[in-house]
């Protein structure tokens, strides 16, 4: 059964930093690119950061030189450090794994269950 769970959610104040953490199981981790998506209440879901299988690096604008993703084959475990958060980055945050970054939808690939980021200000 593939499984991707999400931990490391919760409420912070502006400025504050958070690391989030996705541990995934049963499927072949280190093929797959893994990324990190939000969605604030009434929006879509926004890709924020993806790590391609060759360790090729997007990240939002929004996010750029404050966030950053990371991932541990050995642990089948990816990251989202955060860092100077801002109320905007207020969200719910999944974690997907997919072929390509560029194909990393919901409904294709593998997705987990969110975690709850709060940015207080």
């Known amino acids: 059964e593939v499984q991707l769970v999400e931990s490391g959610g919760g409420l912070v104040q502006a400025g504050g930093s958070l690391r989030l953490s996705c541990a995934a199981s049963?499927?072949?981790?280190?093929?797959?690119?893994k990324g990190w998506f939000r969605q604030a209440p009434g929006q879509g879901r926004e890709r924020v950061a993806c790590i391609q299988s060759d360790s090729t690096l997007h990240y939002a604008d929004s996010v750029k030189g404050r966030f950053t993703i990371s991932s541990d084959n050995a642990k089948d475990t990816v990251y989202l450090q955060m860092n100077s958060l801002e109320p905007e980055d207020t969200a719910v945050y999944y974690c997907?794994?997919?072929?390509?970054?560029?194909?990393?939808?919901?409904?294709?690939?593998?997705w987990g269950q969110g975690t709850q980021v709060t940015v207080s200000s």
């Open positions: 997907a794994a997919d072929w390509l970054c560029s194909t990393m939808r919901p409904g294709f690939g593998y």
């Open positions: 049963g499927f072949r981790f280190a093929d797959y690119s």
